[in-house]
């Protein structure tokens, strides 16, 4: 689903102007969330033996590499244009906690994912579902940071991401119960 109507508009410099701190701020927490997403998309694609889980692996990880790629183009263009101040829209300073991935809603922490990582199918199945649940919905509450943002190409990546992650917790979710009733 990665590839939808958020290709890169205007002519570079011009469009790179138009993110707002909101924009960028947005992208350097989703960034290392979607890593995350794409190292367990990793971890699933060898571990899991279910056809469903693997299916799901590989839609996160195709879909969520070109939207790193995206937003890390934000950030680049954001520090051409004499680089963007870790000020929040309230006016007080991002916390580097945030940034370091361990506070940010739906990451998984390091000792889930070394649950994970020690886990065989179909136990490893369920853990993965669980967590990614939680990880798409967390997902889906930061993109409403940029769901108004006045940059068309933001906008459209929020809806793509929104529409993706609800989809693909949907279907987790008719997995996971499907795993349940096994």
């Known amino acids: 689903m990665g590839d939808a109507g958020y290709a890169s508009s205007g002519s570079g410099e011009n469009a790179a102007s138009n993110y707002s ?3 960028i701020m947005f992208a350097q927490m989703m960034i290392p969330h979607h890593e995350q997403a794409l ?6 694609l060898a571990t899991s033996t279910n056809e469903d889980v693997l299916d799901l692996a590989q ?16 950030i680049d263009s954001g ?9 929040m829209p309230d006016g007080t300073m991002m916390d580097d906690g945030i940034m370091g991935g361990g506070v940010m809603e739906g990451m998984v922490s390091d000792e889930g994912i070394a649950e994970l990582s020690s886990l065989e ?4 199945d369920r853990l993965f579902l669980e967590l990614m649940i939680g990880h798409h919905e967390g997902a889906l509450a930061m ?33 996971l119960e499907g795993l349940d009733n096994a």
């Open 143 to 175: 993109v409403q940071m940029i769901e108004s943002s006045d940059n068309a190409e933001v906008q459209a990546l929020a809806q793509e991401i929104a529409a993706a992650q609800e989809a693909e917790i949907a279907q987790m979710k008719l997995v």
């Open 121 to 124: 199918s179909p136990e490893f």
């Open 39 to 44: 190292d367990m998309s990793v971890l699933a």
């Open 79 to 87: 520090a051409r244009d004499g680089g963007m101040s870790h000020e």
């Open 59 to 74: 839609r996160i990880f195709d879909g969520q590499g070109p939207e790193i790629e995206l937003m890390q183009s934000w």
């Open 21 to 23: 701190q909101q924009d």
